[in-house]
T-cell receptor, first 113, second 116 residues
Framework: AQSVTQLGSHVSVSEGALVLLRCNYSSSVPPYLFWYVQYPNQGLQLLLKYTSAATLVKGINGFEAEFKKSETSFHLTKPSAHMSDAAEYFCAVSPSNGNQFYFGTGTSLTVIP | EAGVAQSPRYKIIEKRQSVAFWCNPISGHATLYWYQQILGQGPKLLIQFQNNGVVDDSQLPKDRFSAERLKGVDSTLKIQPAKLEDSAVYLC?????WGTGHTEAFFGQGTRLTVV
């Protein structure tokens, strides 16, 4: 079975500081990995995805994530936080041979002015 | 392209009543998902359709929840009778057929259900 674990249900950063949201996956074979963002009263929007090409993936709004097989991790980063980044972030995993999506419990990002 | 459409956006019902949610996926997407997102949690897959067939409904509480996708396009999720613990956001998502090169799921805005 595939799953993801997001460490830290709440993360607070100052505006302009580095954002680091952690995600570790569990899978017998390298899966596809995704980060989604959810703003209040909205659906989920894709930030970026890893599909076995480049291990460093760049997404929208200045976010990026690096797939590290040795650490089974796919952490999300952004060099400088903006107030508009405040939202809920979800890591998701999908098997490379199918199209199921399994989500983590989410990390709520607060940006302090 | 048009996104995933869901209705209604909000619904308040009393326990033991029934409710139905509607979803129209992105045109041409073969796979349709219904997720339940309880406040403070990640989305949990309830049911996955491939065209009009069920791929996975292992986490669907079948004694009260049902879903259909009769013509392989839009879908309806029903709860009958509702319980207080069904209060959640119900998200519909769709994706193209696996293997076409597109691998993400596209989400609608969700229906927020409150059971009182």
């Amino acid at each position: 079975a595939q799953s993801v674990t997001q460490l830290g249900s709440h993360v607070s950063v100052s505006e302009g500081a580095l954002v680091l949201l952690r995600c570790n996956y569990s899978s017998s074979v390298p899966p596809y990995l995704f980060w989604y963002v959810q703003y209040p009263n909205q659906g989920l929007q894709l930030l970026l995805k890893y599909t076995s090409a480049a291990t460093l993936v760049k997404g929208i709004n200045g976010f990026e994530a690096e797939f590290k097989k040795s650490e089974t991790s796919f952490h999300l980063t952004k060099p400088s936080a903006h107030m508009s980044d405040a939202a809920e972030y979800f890591c998701a995993v999908s098997p490379s041979n199918g199209n199921q999506f399994y989500f983590g419990t989410g990390t709520s990002l607060t940006v302090i002015p | 392209e048009a996104g995933v459409a869901q209705s209604p956006r909000y619904k308040i019902i009393e326990k033991r009543q029934s409710v139905a949610f509607w979803c129209n996926p992105i045109s041409g997407h073969a796979t349709l998902y219904w997720y339940q997102q309880i406040l403070g949690q990640g989305p949990k897959l309830l049911i996955q359709f491939q065209n009009n067939g069920v791929v996975d409904d292992s986490q669907l509480p079948k004694d009260r929840f049902s879903a259909e996708r009769l013509k392989g396009v839009d879908s309806t999720l029903k709860i009958q009778p509702a319980k207080l613990e069904d209060s959640a956001v119900y998200l519909c998502a769709s994706s193209p057929t696996w293997g076409t090169g597109h691998t993400e799921a596209f989400f609608g805005q969700g229906t927020r259900l409150t059971v009182v």
